[in-house]
């Protein structure tokens, strides 16, 4: 999804004059450069963003490479895919740590570093924006997914609150919710059997109180891309604290 992301980012005309990437594997990160455009100053960062330090770092190369004005936050791991009560306290901590606390660790990062700079002369008014990629599973209970619901939740609120907190100097934060999209991470939750998990997905399952999804189809990176750069784009410059489904209509809204 960050490739899709960063792809549409660089076929706009408002593209930023340098992309920083930050990914935990140096080797995913590898693969993504290799997939964009050659002529765009694209740098990247070993990152993990459940370490302060780490994040910290992230945002100081950031702030080296010029004004930053737009970040874009998509980190995410599922959950153990188990119940609530069967759910091991190291496996909650594993998915609190990424999900909730990386979120929290970038978007202050980036909201200290973006009110640090402040506007420049060039600056439109809220041009600056914190755009975080969630998941639909943040608004609606889900069987089986609790921990990674909860995560996202919070992911959710920690952005919004911080929005509140930083509108008046003109930086935007937003979320967009996800439904099942097709990326590493929900092929690994459809299981061995593929097509039967993309088929429960699609159609719904009574026996989790799964609702399915309307449309029909899942999402793909671009989808949520879309949705994810207007966010961060001039053309958002009113949009602000909003949470926005990108799901097909899975959660109806909830």
Not at 9 to 36: C, F, K, N, Y
Request: charged share 20%; glycine share 10%; net charge negative.
């Amino acid at each position: 999804m960050g490739t899709a992301v960063a792809r549409l980012l660089l076929s706009r005309t408002d593209r930023p004059s340098t992309l920083i990437l930050a990914d935990r594997d140096p080797e995913a990160l590898a693969s993504a450069v290799g997939g964009l455009p050659a002529f765009a100053d694209i740098r990247t960062v070993t990152c993990d963003v459940s370490d302060e330090d780490a994040v910290s770092d992230l945002f100081s190369a950031a702030a080296g490479a010029g004004r930053v004005t737009r970040v874009i936050h998509g980190a995410g791991v599922l959950g153990p895919g188990v119940s609530v009560a069967e759910t091991e306290p190291t496996d909650f901590d594993r998915v609190f740590a990424v999900n909730a606390r990386g979120t929290f660790l970038v978007t202050r990062a980036a909201a200290r570093v973006m009110t640090a700079q402040g506007r420049s002369q060039e600056d439109a008014p809220s041009d600056r924006a914190i755009t975080v990629i969630a998941s639909n599973a943040a608004g609606v209970p889900r069987h089986g997914m609790g921990v990674y619901a909860a995560s996202k939740a919070a992911a959710s609120a920690v952005t919004r609150s911080l929005g509140l907190e930083v509108a008046a100097d003109g930086i935007r934060c937003n979320v967009v919710n996800p439904g099942s999209t097709d990326t590493a991470m929900q092929r690994d939750y459809w299981g061995d059997d593929a097509a039967a998990g993309k088929a429960r997905v699609l159609g719904g399952d009574l026996a989790t109180a799964r609702l399915g999804i309307p449309l029909g189809r899942i999402a793909t990176a671009d989808d949520v891309a879309e949705v994810v750069v207007f966010l961060s784009s001039p053309e958002a410059r009113h949009v602000v604290l909003q949470e926005i489904y990108v799901d097909g209509g899975a959660t109806l809204h909830a």
